[in-house]
């Protein structure tokens, strides 16, 4: 499984390519982007920054970009009502369709603050190069933690939990959505996998507490498996299948650029160790 993910201070991302012996799928090479932000309290500059770097990704001639978790908004629940908007018709999803359509572009649109009915959602949208919203993933798994001296922080103080899981195609290669804290349940991973998912994208903020000792950790595990507002951790990072860490972009806001291929799958279909 070959694994991309971005992070910067307040968000990243991960991307697992997948590919399981009794699936049969062939896909030609995907050129991805994954941005890691740096993101303040002005949503409008937030989402310029975003809209700049999917014009940036396809002047590399990536078909795909993926942003980071909550990049619309400083992570916290105090802000999440604030920034919260409808999906599609606020300002976030009328720019990243936008943008997408003039760029001739896949976006996975990170996550922002939704509000649906009366409850609020952390939701990852995904846009095809016309612009069109193909899909909508509502995060799972939501992150409550109380370490004494540490960090305090309950998502579900705030926000309600999604019901489902969500999976999308882009030139052959099947692609499921998880968010954040969602990394950390095999489980998911694994029905994607009997899905014929080849590739998993997860929009995260890790914190700097639990970032620096479980982060890369769990990156490079999953790239092996068969199948209060806070600061958070960096280091957009490419793994391998074999969990070897090819790109790590530390803490600065920066994009990473990368084609997945075949070879990758066939590493992955091809490995002993499941």
């Known amino acids: 499984m070959l694994i991309l993910s971005s992070t910067i201070h307040n968000l990243n991302i991960m991307i697992l390519a997948n590919i399981a012996k009794q699936v049969v799928r062939t896909m030609s090479t995907l050129r991805l982007a994954l941005v890691q932000l740096e993101v303040n309290e002005v949503k409008r500059k937030n989402i310029e920054r975003a809209v700049s770097y999917i014009s940036s990704a ?56 939704e509000i649906e009915g009366d409850k609020l959602y952390n939701t990852c949208t995904i846009w095809d190069p016309d612009g069109t919203l193909i899909a909508k993933h509502q995060k799972v798994h939501l992150f409550d933690i109380d370490i004494p001296n540490k960090i305090t922080f309950r998502e579900s103080d705030s926000l309600s939990p999604g019901n489902s899981l969500t999976t999308f195609d882009v030139k052959g290669c099947k692609i499921g959505i998880g968010i954040c804290y969602d990394i950390r349940f095999e489980e998911m991973a694994r029905i994607y996998r009997n899905k014929g998912c080849q590739m998993l994208i997860y929009p995260a903020a890790f914190n700097m507490t639990t970032g620096p000792l479980h982060w890369s950790l769990l990156q490079r595990s999953r790239a092996r498996v068969p199948s209060a507002s806070y600061v958070t951790w960096g280091h957009t990072q490419l793994t391998n299948p074999w969990g070897k860490i090819l790109y790590d972009l530390e803490t600065q806001e920066n994009m990473v650029v990368a084609d997945i291929g075949n070879l990758q799958l066939k590493i992955k279909s091809e490995r002993s160790i499941m």
């Open 58 to 113: 396809k002047e590399q001639n990536a078909d795909i970009i993926a942003l980071p978790e909550c990049f619309n908004s400083p992570y916290g629940i105090q802000y999440f009502p604030k920034y919260a908007e409808s999906i599609p018709g606020g300002e976030t999803s009328v720019a990243l369709s936008n943008a997408a359509k003039e760029n001739n572009i896949y976006v996975v649109g990170g996550t922002i603050p």
